[in-house]
């Protein structure tokens, strides 16, 4: 049996970032099997990801995106969140053995509680989950569960054998 290599917090980081990445695009993927399952009026809205890289571009670059434009920046924003999200879980699994309990599952249920149920809608970027229906939440909740668990499984593989 391996023992758990030096801690580093630099490559938890990294080990956690590559781990965030590859769980930004799980997410995604098992996003598009749920898709079906919302009404039509749900699926023509804006993504929060895209409302959130609008306005970043509107207040910071004084720029409004194009239609083109927003393609680009809503997938960039779900992988950039996820990857530095999980970077900073990564590193912090170095020194705190806790957090990467259950694997990884605690922390998906974290991200979609801090950022889905609370930041997001605060910050008018996507509509309460009050709001939503209860299959909805479901199933982001099992995105974010399934967010986590790649996330520490990645992070473990990458420090482990990767980054020793």
Request: net charge positive; proline share 6%; charged share 15%.
């Amino acid at each position: 049996m391996r023992s758990d290599p030096k801690r580093s917090p630099w490559k938890g980081f990294l080990a956690g970032a590559v781990g965030g990445l590859v769980a930004a695009f799980a997410m995604s993927q098992f996003y598009v099997l749920f898709q079906e399952a919302e009404s039509p009026v749900q699926q023509g809205q804006e993504d929060s990801t895209v409302k959130a890289a609008s306005a970043i571009t509107r207040s910071i670059f004084h720029h409004q995106l194009t239609p083109e434009q927003k393609k680009i920046a809503g997938p960039a924003m779900h992988y950039g969140f996820g990857a530095s999200v999980a970077a900073v879980y990564g590193a912090v699994a170095e020194f705190a053995p806790l957090v990467r309990t259950g694997w990884g599952m605690p922390f998906g249920a974290a991200v979609w509680l801090g950022a889905h149920v609370i930041t997001v809608p605060a910050l008018a970027l996507s509509r309460p989950i009050a709001e939503s229906a209860p299959r909805e939440e479901a199933a982001e909740l099992g995105l974010h569960l399934v967010y986590g668990a790649v996330v520490e499984g990645l992070r473990r593989l990458v420090r482990t054998y990767l980054l020793r």
